[in-house]
């Protein structure tokens, strides 16, 4: 049931609230994308990289805290989550979790937040060489069935499925600002193109979540693209090991340089417990890296 997954969100979500001193929602998400206008709408606790000018002093003196003034936004912001649909996705990451599943809850967290800060909200993937659109909307509903529509399609594709195809869907028919979510795994990150990339930035702002993907090598391996399992005398060999881990240390540093290169920000997920933490220290990277 997708309601399973919002409850869980709600659940995950309100748990890392009260460990932390402040709300999480005006700590992280609100503090990111909220506009300035005439009016203020609260006060809030101070985050670190708040604008000395917003904070209100005198009802500060009176709290024991540093509190500053929450803006009303002057518009709604667009918020497009790109997921990649390939078949790798039905995988498992070093966690021992389903990749899909981890892509689930981290598109619902991203969501729920969105949804709480009043924000649009849409989601595009490739589905079988098929582009599925999901209109910006707003409220619960709308979360609800754009999980349900990305959990119930069976990956089954291939190159049919390929992200690089959402992204050219994007550059070419998306006008309006947006902040896009692309959530991936490590092979999607490095398929999308330095030229992808330099036109995305362009107009919207973009963050990258990554998937992370189990080893071949080192213990009883499925072959998601095969439907079998990887021979022992295969997954147990040292010498390929040894390959595998090469190849992906130079796949993440060239995907970092990448990232670097455009001033984008990332986030590497693995299991569904850190999902929430991670959301937010993204949201957190990406809110420094705009006001320097």
Not at 61 to 78: G, I, W
Request: glycine share 6%.
């Amino acid at each position: 049931m997708i309601s399973d997954y919002i409850t869980k969100v709600k659940a995950n979500i309100s748990i890392y609230a009260t460990q932390k001193t402040s709300s999480v929602l005006d700590g992280t998400y609100t503090s990111v994308y909220m506009g300035r206008s005439m009016n203020f709408e609260d006060l809030r606790e101070y985050v670190p990289g708040d604008s000395i000018r917003d904070i209100d002093w005198k009802a500060s003196s009176r709290s024991r805290n540093l509190l500053v003034k929450r803006y009303v936004a002057e518009k709604k912001h667009n918020i497009l989550l790109l997921m990649d649909s390939g078949i790798k996705m039905t995988g498992d990451t070093p966690a021992g979790s389903n990749k899909k599943e981890v892509a689930l809850y981290t598109m619902g967290t991203i969501s729920y937040l969105a949804y709480k800060n009043g924000d649009n909200i849409g989601a595009i993937y490739n589905k079988d060489g098929l582009i599925k659109y999901h209109q910006f909307k707003t409220g619960l509903l709308n979360v609800e069935q754009i999980l349900a529509s990305y959990s119930s399609d069976g990956f089954t594709g291939r190159a049919a499925c390929d992200i690089t195809k959402t992204v050219d869907y994007i550059i070419n028919n998306f006008r309006r600002k947006m902040i896009i979510f692309i959530i991936t795994d490590m092979k999607g990150m490095s398929m999308i193109s330095d030229p992808q990339l330099k036109r995305l930035i362009c107009r919207h702002d973009v963050l990258f979540v990554n998937i992370g993907d189990a080893d071949v090598t080192g213990g009883r391996s499925f072959d998601v693209d095969s439907g079998r399992y990887i021979p022992t005398f295969v997954s147990g060999s040292k010498r390929l090991m040894k390959i595998e881990r090469e190849y992906k240390r130079k796949m993440r540093e060239d995907n970092n340089r990448k990232l670097v290169r455009y001033g984008i920000i990332n986030a590497d997920i693995d299991n569904e417990k850190d999902i929430v933490q991670k959301i937010i220290e993204l949201l957190e990277k990406h809110r420094h890296a705009n006001i320097r």
